[in-house]
Every structure is written in structure tokens, then in C-alpha cells.
């Protein structure tokens, strides 16, 4: 069983899929993180996207560059989501033949051809959002702003929704209580 987590920056997408991990032992596939690992060890991506998107021949990706150009012109974004895709999708098919029950944590899933069985988004009031991220990555209003402007055009639809602007343990009741139905709807 394949379930996305979705959501915007900062929506707890990571803390949820590491309690589904934890509790329903679910295998959990970070996309944030497979998606650095790549760009630091597969010389065609450092390549394509220093070429194409960072414009430059540098034998490194240079990623705060790569973030303000990313989040700066939404063409350089598609750009560089057109090269990392493909090995990401490749990846998760990967791992969803090896495992069972896979958790993926991944914010643009709908942007990508897998064959996901459920999807759960988190949805949570925009000012803690900011809040969250300046915290946790020590960007600024405005960074955190048109991050959250870039990922709002992308529709968001899913099976489920978890509401986090409370406490973990209400997140963590919706998400048993969601995965309940799941396992029932499947006859588990």
C-alpha cells in the first residue's frame, strides 16, 4: 500500500509519515531528503541541473543557489523539477515493490505518475506555517511567503484530510482514526 502525505512547507508532512513509520510500521520515503542525496551523487543531475538551471559548469550543485533561483522564477522550477522527477519516481516505484505499506513524504506528489493507493493532506493556518519554517529553516517572512505562493497554484486534492494546527497528539488521533478506515475499506 502506497499513501502520500501531502501539504504545504511546514505542514508537518515529515513528523506525520515518521509516526505512521513508527506506529503501522510503514516504510517511510523522505522525498526532501532522496531528493539532496541526488543532487550530490548522481553526476548526470549535478550536471543537467547546473547547466540548465543554475547556468554554470561547476562540478558541485551550489544549493543556496539553487533554492533562490528555484523559488525565484517558477520556469527555473519546472525546470529543475523536469530533471529530478524521473529519479524520484524511479525510486519509489522501487520501493514500493520491496515493502508493503510505504509512506511518502512528498509535497508535489501530484505532479508525479505513481500509482499511490491513498493520499492524506495536512492543512494547518497559514500564519503558523510561517511561523513553523522560520523556525525550523530560519527563512524570512517573505522567502516563506512566496514559497507558500509557488506551492498554492498547484492543486491540492486528496483522500483524506488531517487538520495540525494543535497539539501532535490531535494530529496523531485524525491520523489513527484515518488510517482506521483505510484498513477497514481494504478489509484488514
Not at 510503514?26 to 542525496?37: F, G, L, P, Q
Request: aromatic fraction near 6%; include cysteine.
Amino acid at each position: 500500500m502506497l499513501i502520500a502525505i501531502k501539504g504545504l512547507i511546514g505542514s508537518g508532512k515529515t513528523t506525520t509519515s515518521e509516526y505512521l513509520h513508527e506506529k503501522y510500521n510503514a516504510y517511510h520515503y523522505n522525498c526532501d531528503k532522496r531528493v539532496k542525496a541526488i543532487y550530490k551523487t548522481h553526476a548526470d543531475v549535478i550536471r543537467e541541473v547546473n547547466e540548465k538551471v543554475l547556468e554554470t559548469s561547476a562540478d558541485s550543485i551550489d544549493m543556496l543557489k539553487l533554492r533562490e533561483v528555484a523559488f525565484g522564477d517558477v520556469k527555473k522550477l519546472l525546470m529543475l523539477e523536469s530533471i529530478i522527477y524521473p529519479y524520484i519516481e524511479a525510486e519509489i516505484d522501487s520501493v514500493n515493490e520491496a515493502y508493503d505499506f510505504v509512506i511518502l513524504d512528498c509535497q508535489q506528489i501530484d505532479k508525479m505518475e505513481l500509482d499511490i493507493d491513498h493520499t492524506i493532506c495536512l492543512m494547518l493556518d497559514e500564519e503558523l506555517i510561517i511561523d513553523r519554517v522560520k523556525l525550523r529553516d530560519g527563512r524570512t517572512r517573505d522567502e516563506i511567503e512566496n514559497i507558500l505562493e509557488i506551492q498554492k497554484e498547484y492543486e491540492i486534492t486528496s483522500d483524506y484530510i488531517a487538520k495540525n494546527n494543535g497539539a501532535i497528539t490531535d494530529l496523531q488521533m485524525q491520523l489513527d482514526a484515518i488510517m482506521e478506515e483505510i484498513n477497514e475499506n481494504a478489509g484488514r
